[in-house]
């Protein structure tokens, strides 16, 4: 690498996170350090800059050493820590008050973190206390072993070949195999498919999503008065989440189901609940996790056949510590959506999850969000000292056989933080459709982005150019049309159709179809949705 070229490197810091510093392998360090203190705010005094986090390979002022000798290329990670006086004082005004009044620990939603030397942020990565599950994982083996294969192999007893040596808990081939197939990764496999390979996870940083311009801009007035690339957020593209925190919910007898579900069944009125419980090793899913409930704890709420409303709850903090004192804490939350059908062979109507309906409401996405962003995951890996949430989310409602049956799901990060910046709000005349608030002069909002993958459309691209109308209704019938309908139906001048805001309740009816407006007519050949006074197709030209 030439000595005169521009590299980066980046500082990461437990009180002021991680910032770049643009260097050249020939600066000389004392150099190098005073851009650091500029760039952080930093004293003259009370602060080292070191080469791994457990403050070996400290990093000493000098005018006669360069970057190049401290072997410091582009894209390294330093660490900024308080040195050891201004620790050695914090560790005295700690005994100091330890002695008075016992052990002083801070505990919140995150964890227990406690206090020892300088480090008094939650956010540091060194006093971030993970849950009791994730420090049981992180000693596991995780790898998936197999039996010697009595055709394949050609070895010994002892030995292992391609056949029979173990798998990583990633291995995507193996997670499909399974029955059923694993279609999401478990948090700690994620995390083990980060760190592999040649680096082990030299770069890995697990960073939260924010959607809120960053503060401290100085070269322009605040917004709306304007905005730079340096503070602006990036746009937001929604995926699909590889992964998930939770891999599995389970309840330890009937009886705590049974007595939630009774009310329910005395006043046909919907109910909400808190779980509590404690998370544990899911062995079923290599390094899964699994939700145990323990006990449900019903707050203060009003409700009806169709709405439920929660009210304050002045005990909820009496509730959390009493589970806290049994060795429990809260896990998830569970409400009801129930319409009995036939009172004679106890069964309850489906109408969650088929394809003229949805298996979550916006309103029930936001709702969950918000509880993830209160009960978040502490993780060492990131920043901000927590990373997502194992908050999970329990429906009753009824199946395709017409049972009473419980769906989990989990919010993904990205949905976490569009709710915590308050970007995400739901619809009225949709329930199953989320809207993206418009910049105002109040807020300012990242563009979000919706991504189809072309192998999504590929039957209809294939219907398109060889004018098969057998292929293009086909395609017309799965989950992925109406999810381009919708956005279609979204953006059209056209009046939507009007629906009720709730089809729960004594006499629901099937829901609609979804973006069809009135008098539209569908294309035969493309399956394009045309205004009536067209006699040809605008998207193919074909006619009507």
Known sequence: MSKSKQIIVRVQSPEHGTKRIESKPSETIADFLNKIQQEFGLGDT?????????????IRTSRAKTLDTYKIKHGDMLFLLSSDRKQSNASLDSTSMNSASGTSNITGDMGSVSISGSSMSSGSSQSVVEDEVDQILYKEDGKIYRSRNEQLCRHGPQGKCLHCVPLEPYDEEFLNSCDPPIKFLSFHSYIRKLTGGADKGKFVSLENLSCKIKPGCTEHPPWPGGICTKCQPNAVTLNRQRYRHVDYVMFENASIVDRFLNYWRRTGNQRLGIMYGRYEPHKDTPLGIKATVAAIYEPPQKSSKNVLELLEDPLEGQVNRLAEAVGIRPVGWIFTDLLADDLNKGTVKHFRGNINSHFLSAQECIMAADYQNKYTN?????????????????????????????????????????????????????????????????????????????????????????????????????????????????????????????????????????????GMWTCAHCTYLNVPEKSACDMCSLPK
């Open 46 to 58: 009370g602060w080292n800059v070191y080469k791994s986090r457990d403050k070996k390979d400290w």
């Open 378 to 518: 502490p993780c060492k890996l990131s920043p901000d000292g927590h990373f997502g949430s194992k908050f999970v989310t329990v429906v009753v409602t009824g199946d395709a056989s017409d049972q009473i049956h419980f769906e989990g799901y989990q919010v993904s990060n990205q949905c976490m933080a569009l709710v915590n910046d308050d970007c995400l709000i739901p619809t009225k005349d949709a329930p199953e459709l989320g809207y993206i608030k418009e910049s105002s002069e109040k807020q300012y909002v990242p563009d979000v982005f919706y991504k189809v993958c072309l192998n999504t459309i590929a039957p209809l691209l294939e219907a398109v150019k060889t004018n098969n109308v057998d292929i293009a209704f086909h395609f017309k019938k799965c989950q992925e049309w109406a999810t381009v309908e919708e956005i279609m139906a979204a953006h059209e001048a056209t009046p939507r159709v009007q629906r009720e805001p709730s089809y729960v309740g004594p006499g629901a009816s099937p829901l609609p179809p979804i973006g069809s407006g009135a």
